[in-house]
């Protein structure tokens, strides 16, 4: 029979590994080069998580590195004026020009004893952001490294870390379950571990029950069992009531979470049940999560709220924990990212709980150890200005009493991005000055883009280091050419799947054909060199002394070197041989390179059931961890924690707090004005809005459920339409209380009536001729999503709250 | 030759796209042609919705009507017997008489010159980006992705243009040049389910006779009697 691979070349090419980053799956893949050119994508045959698949995206990725709309060299804004109606006059710079400007700004900035003022925006990385997120601008005085992570998905990290200590992304066995409960989550197109998914799919559906929970007819609800188009925000409503059904019908695994003393189930509806009764293994406040916030949210009860049957709430709670402890209850964005999505992310999680499947066989797992080295420390490399800079408080607001961002128990550790806005627009808690943003793009991925739009006016000096003329590049003094993360640059990302903890290394398999650099590592060191000509060397002495190749210990003699070293250092322990590590043994430095990735073993099942690492080392229903957290939080603001969830538009006081519970989705907008409940949802052809400009996007967009090729639509529930009088094609336009854009309506059946559903990714008034109907005169195509979804939050992680209906809407026909 | 057929399973299929992403790269396939594409309908009322996805390319028939109506035997069945339709662009004199036969409509025309977004001037920043025709005089090829491999491989000929020539009608050829190099055409291999088999149907013990045997299949318009060599076996839907 016939080969797949075709490493045997018939086209005198070779496959060169690197790491496809187009969405948070980061798979590791091989690009085939013929001649210095990239000419095909494959998934990394060596990789245990994805198999060697990838999904549609890793062939996109072709249209991205050659993309004609790319920057090919440095270039400089000669119209002061700034705004979206405003010409940039951008004209081409050398290296040295744009480096020169930089650093006279930033020098600036230490003459004035102001290093804080100083910013540098992360979107996407690779973990070689520890230079120029983490080690450049501490050393140079700023504890403004600010990441995109609130607008990526740190909500669903809330609802593992206050049930079982763990904020990260889960890993699921699909291979052995039994059940895969989806919230919110699309894993056959989107964010994470899509190609894994979409290959062991089939085969899920033929050994196990599926059921997602959407507003939409996603992709995998296309491919599910069971379809639960929830309102927009109420999956709360679901959850609950799956726990509830759970412990009144005794389905809970009693390995797991215990049992009655005397083995008769005292959970009936609305009846308090005694804790002394009940004795717990591996999890903490099973009693009293059901006094609190289960004991009367039956089916019945959620059905009001989800618009979801009681029958089918109850057949599918039934299904799901018949068939635990080998079942996944996968949280995602689409169920979390909500004002009040905190609560249901931790519902969603704690189903994992009641049924043993956490940390379980065929359940929702953590991963194995992945044994990087960190760069060494960079203390004494702070003079004076450095050292008083860095007291300064970071500027996004985190940890504000508004916005506790609660990663991992501690108020203000996590990151409040789309604030960063508003914290440039109040100058509070100080002005910035400076920044330089790289591979990101606020003013079109942070809800509330008008507000980026203004803050990037008003910043006195914006530095976008890009491939693409991006929104964000609109407001830039001086743009820097990007190398493409996956064909032209070195770095390595960590990520896992199919029970398999794995790192991919990002490395350049093509020749650029631009005069372009890598953003993470060699603009920092041009930044530092042109600096200590300048008379400030500390940041590269750092960087060329600690920095050096750790097999001959050569410092690096230029910024490429510098970019190959860092990154030997970071993974030395996977490709040393003298290392040991319980995973692939590696030959060396030149083996990894052929191979680009390493894989762990597979996951041991349980290894956390003895401890969690929660405050009381069991899975929390009801969560001393978050008790702590919050109680801390408010003890800084004087003040209790009933007062710092009113502050967070939460619903719930007292000890329902500390358990997950049903909140009511919150909205902007007065149903009156606004009859529509707006939701957005993810594409399968999104390289995280970064793939518009790609011919193949947008011959495709219709293999999203519902949507158009060439097109920008909102899906409308035909029964809806036909009141307003609006037909499939017609221009529309959607209206919220914060702004409005324009698009094509849909008449389609996957949406409920008095919802509109439309999907992220298009949009762009700038970023290239494909994506935009006229990149010179900024007309996008469609609308983006984030200029009528108001800037607001899940405030106890700091999450940016897209998802859950966060705003009603007008349609109007144009 | 083996004679081949394919069995798409879209049960596996998940709807994803990359096989047509992927045909369209590993044969230099320009905007606007698709030699592989796909049907989609979304049936039933709210809730009760089902989504159905259908990947398409060409059927290989062994009664095509295409090559029955070229009346130069460009459209032509493969002289190794392997069942594969194929095309001659040297004997094609562009008549579209075969795109009008073809009830499957997966037969694409060059009007023009092939891949005019590559071959544009358009800068939208002056001086500071590119355009298609810089991008691929820089690479030196259009498209800049461009596979080598769709020309110069085969022993059928190495001529079948790589890009092809205006004034031709251009198809999916089921990957002749893998295939006759003991490669699996390149949807198959791309297919992150593996929800596509390419096999011998004279052989019993080909994977494609074997999930024949197994599953219940059909082919797309098979009352015309084409007799289509692309098989579909269980469905894309499981909504019980």
């Known amino acids: 029979s016939l080969a797949k691979d075709d490493s045997n070349s018939i086209d005198g090419g070779e496959w060169k590994p690197t790491t496809c980053q187009g969405c948070t799956t980061w798979c590791p893949v091989e690009v085939k080069v013929v001649d210095g050119r990239a000419i095909k994508v494959k998934g990394n045959r060596y990789s245990k998580a994805h198999n060697g698949n990838i999904c549609p995206r890793g062939h996109m990725s072709l249209q991205q590195v050659y993309d004609p709309d790319r920057i090919k060299v440095p270039m400089k804004r000669t119209n002061p004026k700034k705004g979206r109606n405003e010409d940039p006059k951008f004209v081409p710079i050398t290296w040295d020009e744009a480096i020169e400007e930089i650093a006279d700004r930033m020098l600036e900035l230490r003459e004035n004893n102001e290093t804080h003022k100083y910013v540098t925006f992360r979107g996407r990385y690779t973990y070689m952001r520890d230079i120029i997120y983490g080690k450049f601008t501490k050393i140079f005085g700023s504890p403004n490294g600010i990441s995109h992570s609130a607008i990526c998905a740190e909500a669903e990290k809330f609802g593992s870390y206050y049930t079982e200590a763990y904020w990260g992304y889960r890993d699921y066995d699909l291979e052995n379950t039994k059940y895969v409960l989806l919230w919110g989550a699309d894993p056959l197109a989107s964010n994470r571990q899509v190609p894994h998914s979409i290959n062991a799919w089939g085969d899920v559906l033929d050994q196990a029950g599926v059921a997602v929970m959407d507003p939409r007819l996603s992709a995998t609800a296309a491919k599910a069992d069971e379809w639960l188009p929830v309102i927009p925000g109420e999956d709360g409503a679901l959850a609950i009531a799956m726990a509830h059904v759970i412990l009144a019908k005794g389905l809970w695994n009693k390995e797991f979470v215990g049992d009655f003393v005397d083995g008769k189930n005292r959970f009936k509806v609305g009846e308090e049940v005694d804790e002394s009764t009940f004795k717990e293994n591996y999890t903490n406040g099973v009693v009293k999560w059901w006094n609190l916030g289960l004991k009367d949210k039956t089916p019945q009860w959620a059905a009001k709220r989800s618009g979801i049957s009681a029958k089918q709430i109850e057949r599918v709670a039934t299904d799901f924990a018949k068939a635990g402890p080998n079942v996944i209850s996968w949280l995602a964005t689409g169920a979390s990212m909500h004002v009040r999505g905190g609560y249901t992310a931790m519902a969603a999680h704690a189903l994992n709980g009641l049924v043993g499947s956490v940390d379980n066989k065929g359940g929702s797992i953590r991963h194995s150890d992945i044994p990087v080295d960190d760069f060494p420390g960079y203390k004494k490399y702070l003079d004076k200005v450095a050292k008083k800079g860095l007291e300064h408080h970071k500027m996004d607001q985190r940890g504000y009493k508004e916005f506790p961002a609660l990663k991992k128990g501690k108020s203000g550790k996590g990151v409040v991005t789309n604030n960063a806005a508003d914290a440039i627009l109040d100058e509070e808690p100080y002005e910035i000055k400076v920044a330089i943003g790289y591979w990101n793009n606020f003013a079109f991925s942070c809800s509330g883009t008008d507000r980026w739009e203004e803050a990037l006016t008003k910043l006195p000096f914006f530095v976008h280091i890009t491939t693409n003329p991006a929104e964000m590049t609109q407001f830039a003094d001086i743009v820097l050419p990007a190398a493409q993360h996956k064909y032209e640059k070195f770095g390595y990302v960590k990520s896992k799947a199919n029970t398999h903890a794995y790192v991919t290394m990002n490395q350049p398999v093509i020749e650029p054909l631009w005069d372009v650099k890598m953003d993470e590592t060699e603009v920092p060191w041009l930044i530092a060199e042109k600096m200590a000509e300048k008379g400030y060397d500390k940041l590269i002495k750092y960087f060329k002394t600690e920095i050096k190749d750790p097999e001959t210990g050569k410092s690096p003699a230029n910024e490429y070197e510098f970019s190959e070293y860092a990154l030997k250092i970071r993974t030395q322990p996977l490709w040393d041989p003298k290392i040991k590590v319980n995973g692939d043994q590696i030959n060396g430095w030149k083996e990894f390179r052929k191979l680009g990735v390493w894989n762990s073993e597979s996951y041991k099942f349980k290894q956390n059931w003895d401890d969690f690492g929660t405050k009381t080392g069991k899975f929390e229903f009801y969560s001393e961890t978050l008790k702590k957290a919050l109680g801390k939080h408010a003890k800084k603001h004087h003040t209790d924690i009933d007062d710092i969830l009113e502050t967070c538009k939460y619903e719930a006081r007292g000890e329902l707090a500390f358990v997950p519970h049903y909140e009511e989705a919150y909205r902007w907008g007065e149903e009156r004005e606004y009859p529509f409940v707006f939701f957005e949802h993810r594409s399968r052809l999104n390289r995280e809005a970064r793939s518009a400009n790609c011919n193949w996007y947008q011959e495709l967009k219709d293999v999203d459920p519902g949507d158009e090729a060439w097109n920008d639509v909102a899906k409308i529930n035909p029964k809806d339409a036909k009141k307003l009088g609006i037909k499939t094609g017609d221009k529309i336009k959607l209206i919220s209380p914060t702004g409005e854009i324009e698009c094509e309506a849909k008449l389609w059946e996957g949406v409920r009536s008095g919802t509109v559903g439309k999907c992220y990714g298009q949009g762009h008034w700038a970023y290239g001729k494909v994506a935009s109907e006229d990149y010179k005169n900024k007309l996008p195509r469609g609308g983006n999503n984030n200029e009528i979804l108001p800037p607001d939050y899940e405030r106890l992680s700091g999450s940016t709250a897209r998802h859950g209906g966060v705003t009603r809407i007008k349609i109007k026909k144009i | ?240």
């Not at chain 2, 194929?86 to 023009?112: M, S, T, W």
Request: with cysteine; glycine share 8%.
């Open chain 2, 1 to 240: 030759m083996a004679k081949y057929v394919m069995v798409i399973d879209l049960h596996k299929c998940a709807g994803c796209g990359a096989c047509v992403i992927s045909c369209k790269n590993e044969n230099n396939v320009q905007e606007g042609f698709y030699w592989g594409h796909y049907t989609h309908k979304t049936v039933g009322k709210f809730p009760n919705v089902n989504y159905e996805f259908i990947p398409t390319l060409c059927n290989h028939c062994d009664n095509a009507p295409c090559v029955e109506v070229c009346p130069v035997g460009a459209m032509h069945k493969d002289e190794d017997g392997t069942g594969m339709v194929l095309h001659d662009p040297d004997k094609c004199i562009g008549c579209k008489r075969c795109q009008k036969a073809d009830p499957y409509g997966v037969i694409n025309f060059n009007k023009e010159k092939a891949h005019p977004f590559w071959r544009d001037n358009e800068k939208i920043i002056p001086k500071v980006t590119s355009s298609g025709k810089e991008v691929t005089k820089a690479v030196g090829e259009i498209p800049p992705y461009y596979n080598p491999a769709r020309a110069n491989t085969t022993d059928r000929d190495k001529t079948y243009d790589g890009v092809r020539r205006k004034g031709v009608v251009e198809k999916c050829l089921l990957c002749d040049h893998r295939v006759k190099e003991g490669l699996k055409p390149y949807c198959v291999t791309a297919c992150p389910a593996d929800a596509r088999v390419i096999g011998n149907l004279d052989d019993n013990n080909s994977e494609a006779n074997k999930l024949l045997k197994k599953y219940k299949s059909f082919r797309l318009k098979e009352s015309l009697g084409t007799e289509p060599r692309v098989y579909y076996i269980r469905d894309f839907n499981s909504q019980k």
